[in-house]
């Protein structure tokens, strides 16, 4: 079956930087384009970034510009977010997924997702 596993969730203090990562198995790994979504308590899940299968083409929440940074390894199977400046609102659980549609942050259009890495900012 397909397997998406994040890791690397911490609590951090504002400011810090922390580095995502997401192992996929189960699936055609460079078939697919990637996103990353978070979800904080009683929100709804929003789109952070994505990604297309090359990992030539990205895109990023207006709210994480300039900050956040996607990429992959298809030789490893294995999608990254690297997140510096953190700051509180960033605060959330980190999902990985999985899509066939391009340059999409809407969940809805995603197949496959994982079990989420908690991100916790200090003020």
């Known amino acids: 079956q397909v397997r998406l596993v994040e890791s690397g969730g911490a609590l951090v203090p504002a400011g810090g930087s922390l580095r995502l990562s997401c192992t996929v198995s189960?699936?055609?790994?460079?078939?697919?384009?990637m996103g990353w979504f978070r979800q904080a308590p009683g929100k709804e899940r929003d789109g952070v970034s994505w990604i297309n299968w090359a990992g030539t083409s990205t895109d990023y929440a207006d709210s994480v510009k300039g900050r956040f940074t996607i990429s992959r390894d298809n030789a490893e199977n294995t999608l990254y977010l690297q997140m510096n400046s953190l700051q509180p609102e960033d605060t959330a659980m980190y999902y990985c997924a999985a899509s066939n549609v391009w340059r999409t942050l809407w969940p809805r259009d995603y197949n496959y997702w994982g079990q989420g890495t908690q991100v916790t900012v200090s003020s």
């Open positions: 189960g699936l055609s790994f460079r078939n697919y384009g």
